[in-house]
């Protein structure tokens, strides 16, 4: 598995904002650049991370453990 850090941090930036175009644009990147991120994550974990609709994201009960996961290792990450 080649879980890159940055993919991680997107995915928790969407999963707080509540959406892909709020994610993107708080990186002041396009929002295919964010779903990229978020394709290569669910690639990498091999699961389905967010249900995804034109009006809203929701977890997927992976995406719910995976984010705790996620924010201890971002955390572990900023302590290093």
Known sequence: MNLQLDDVAV???IVELG???AAARER???VSQV???LARLESTCGV???HRTTHALSLTD???AFMLHARRLLDARDDL
Do not use: H, I, K, V
Request: proline letters at 6%.
């Open 19 to 21: 959406s892909l175009s």
């Open 28 to 30: 002041n990147a396009p």
């Open 11 to 13: 995915f928790l930036r």
């Open 35 to 37: 779903t990229r991120a």
């Open 62 to 64: 992976e995406g719910d």
């Open 48 to 50: 389905r991370l967010l």
